[in-house]
């Protein structure tokens, strides 16, 4: 599909928020034209990222959701920590947590980079049927974090198994 057919698609739609996610998003080099071509077309473009590719090159007012990978997810050695100084106040961090380790990891990383008072947001996820949500919220308020909490909505409204969705 050319870039022309996905901007039309996404016209054809009739919304004007363009979410780009999927896998890893920053692996396909025509993700950057076709984020540019929606902000020149006045769409407002969000970037789900894994937090492993640089999100150097993104264009200025694509709004990055980040993803921090946590020690439990197994992939926390691939975070690539220079993507923290490329952060803007329009930008979300988001950590999906497995544990109280998960937890405490997500916890003093969102405070080194001091990351409540850069992004937009800080968002924290129960890891869906492993980490009970009621057990992530009590520790966010008991420790008065500045964090809000998320919890991963399709896989309640879908099978969670279901991928694609």
Known sequence: MSLEDVVAQ??????????????EPLLQKEVYPLMQRLLDEGYTVM???GGHRSIAQ???GVV????????GSGEAHR????????????????????????????????ATH?????VAAVLFSPVHGILDP????????????????????????????????
């Open 79 to 110: 975070n690539d920590w220079s993507n923290m100084e490329h952060l803007t106040s329009r930008d979300e961090v988001k950590f999906v947590i497995k544990d109280r380790e998960d937890y405490d990891f997500a916890r003093e990383v969102a």
């Open 114 to 118: 001091g990351l409540a008072g850069r």
């Open 58 to 60: 993104v264009p200025a």
């Open 134 to 165: 009621r057990l992530l919220a009590s520790w966010i308020l008991e420790d008065r974090l500045e964090v809000r909490m998320q919890l991963q909505v399709h896989k309640y409204i879908w099978d969670p198994q279901t991928r694609g969705v």
């Open 10 to 23: 996404v016209r054809g739609y009739g919304c004007n928020v363009v979410e780009i996610t999927g896998g």
């Open 64 to 71: 990055r959701v980040m993803d921090v990978k946590c020690p």
């Open 47 to 49: 970037l789900e990222t």
